[in-house]
């Protein structure tokens, strides 16, 4: 069943590909509307709750991650899935949960404007690195021989330059952006759940017949991602609002970013695709859930940190 599962390869053609990376930039600007520069700058006055969500993002996750999958040893392809989605930057649909848990929305916006540039280079890196630790994924990635350089390339035009326009756009035409940011933003999400959908449509034959290995893992990462967050900040003594935000930004990942890699560097590799397709899925219904929890709790005002 295991190496069943790691032939299976994901039908997707070049043409929904396009689409997919054309609505994933899209989804990217019209979050980058909601950004300006006041918001980088926001890491000089109050660095600590920032550097903190950037530490569990890229550094933490990823390591625990690692030690997960030694411990419970899933199939070569779902593993580097797991990876796959550690590495990425947190998710675009995080600022609305964090808005929608009482957490620090500014917050939010930061560390997705920050995690969209460090992403640039830290998810290759990231993924080559913990994937290259771990032997049964090592042998994947060399037989997949990618270039960073290849992958830095397709990242840097998927969020970069993205993000780069929409802060112009906002630094610019302020007013015009803010109009635009909400639609926006939810319309292209909309569009790019659809595709991921229609992606699982065509393959739902796959997709319910191995569904059962890929949710218990997408459930367990999940919870150990929203758990890394929580944890590091309730460490540090940070205040509920920025709490909030920090667990939300390590446990809603850019499954998006990480489906169109799978796609364009790994050829749909099965199971790397359905466990990152299901997390993509999943994520949206632990986000609310912890979203509707956390909005109905009162944040503590005396907390300032």
């Known amino acids: 069943m295991e190496q069943i599962i790691d032939t299976v390869h994901i039908n997707f053609d070049e043409k929904s590909l396009w689409t997919l990376n054309i609505a994933l930039a899209l989804v990217m600007f019209g979050v980058a509307l909601e950004i300006t520069l006041n918001d980088f700058k926001r ?45 990425c930057p947190g998710g675009n649909v995080s600022n609305f949960f964090t808005h929608f848990s009482k957490g620090n929305a500014a917050l939010s916006v930061t560390l997705t404007a920050i995690a969209t540039l460090l992403a640039i280079f830290m998810t290759p890196v990231n993924l080559s690195f913990w994937g290259g630790m ?98 590091v900040a309730k460490s540090l003594g940070l205040s509920q609002e920025n709490i909030r935000c920090i667990t939300i930004e390590t446990g809603i990942q850019n499954s998006g970013l990480g489906l169109l890699l799978i796609f364009t560097f790994f050829d749909g590799l099965g199971g790397m695709a359905l466990l990152t397709a299901f997390w993509g899925i999943w994520h949206l219904v632990s986000g609310l859930v912890l979203g509707t929890v956390w909005g109905y709790r009162p944040i503590e005002k005396e907390e300032l940190v």
């Not at 530490?55 to 999958?69: D, E, M, N, S, Y």
């Open 43 to 87: 890491l000089l006055r109050t660095p600590k709750p920032v550097i903190a969500g950037v530490f569990c993002q890229f550094l933490v996750l990823p390591a625990i991650t690692f030690a997960l999958v030694w411990m419970v040893e899933p199939i070569p392809s779902m593993a580097l899935g797991m990876f796959m989605v550690a590495a």
């Open 134 to 231: 771990y032997g049964p994924t090592a042998s994947i990635l060399q037989e997949v021989s990618i270039s960073p350089y290849d992958m830095v390339k397709l990242v840097a035009l998927l969020l970069g330059i993205p993000l780069v326009l929409g802060m112009l756009f906002n630094h610019y035409a302020p007013r015009a952006a803010k109009k635009m940011a909400k639609g926006f933003k939810i319309g292209s999400l909309l569009f790019f759940v659809v595709l991921v959908f229609l992606a699982l449509y065509r393959n739902i034959d796959v997709f319910m017949e191995y569904v059962l290995y890929v949710f218990w893992l997408v459930v367990v990462h999940n919870l150990v991602a929203l758990l890394t967050g929580f944890s």
